[in-house]
C-alpha cells in the first residue's frame, strides 16, 4: 500500500516518462496487493486444502528443520523431566545368561532412563 501512494505521488508531477512508469506501477502495485493477494491466494489455498502445504520429499530432506517455535527443546525437556521422574528403565534381578551348558552367575541390572547397556 505504502509503494502504491508513492508511486502514484510521481504521477501528478514529473516528467513524462517517469508519470508513465509510475503510473504502470502503481497499478501493478494495486493489483498484486489487492487482487492477487487478498483474493485469489486465499480462495486457491482455500480449494487446494492440506494440498496447498505439499513439499516433494526430495526438497523435504535437502532442507534444514527449522524450529521456529522451540517446540523440538519443549520435547527434549519434557523427555528429561521424565527421564528423572521415572527411575530406572530396565531392571532385572537374578537376571541368569550364557548359552546351553556355559552358564553365568546371575545378574542383577538397573539403567535409568537415558542410559545405554551393553
Given at each position: 500500500l505504502i509503494m502504491?501512494?508513492?508511486?502514484?505521488?510521481?504521477?501528478?508531477?514529473?516528467?513524462?516518462?517517469?508519470?508513465?512508469?509510475?503510473?504502470?506501477?502503481a497499478v501493478g502495485i494495486f493489483f498484486d496487493a489487492f487482487l492477487v493477494r487478498m483474493t485469489l491466494v486465499p480462495a486457491a489455498?482455500?480449494?487446494?486444502?492440506?494440498r496447498a502445504w505439499w513439499i516433494p520429499r526430495w526438497l523435504d530432506r535437502?532442507?534444514?528443520?527449522v524450529d521456529i517455535e522451540g517446540?523440538?527443546?519443549?520435547?527434549?525437556?519434557?523427555?528429561?523431566d521424565w527421564a528423572h521422574a521415572s527411575g530406572a528403565?530396565?531392571?532385572?534381578?537374578r537376571l541368569v545368561v550364557g548359552v546351553p551348558g556355559r552358564r553365568l552367575l546371575p545378574v542383577d541390572l538397573s539403567a535409568p532412563a537415558g542410559s545405554l547397556v551393553l
Open positions: 502504491f501512494f508513492v508511486f502514484a505521488a510521481f504521477v501528478p508531477e514529473g516528467a513524462g516518462v517517469i508519470k508513465t512508469i509510475a503510473l504502470g506501477l489455498m482455500a480449494l487446494l486444502g492440506r535437502i532442507l534444514p528443520d517446540e523440538g527443546l519443549r520435547e527434549h525437556q519434557d523427555d528429561v528403565a530396565v531392571a532385572a534381578e
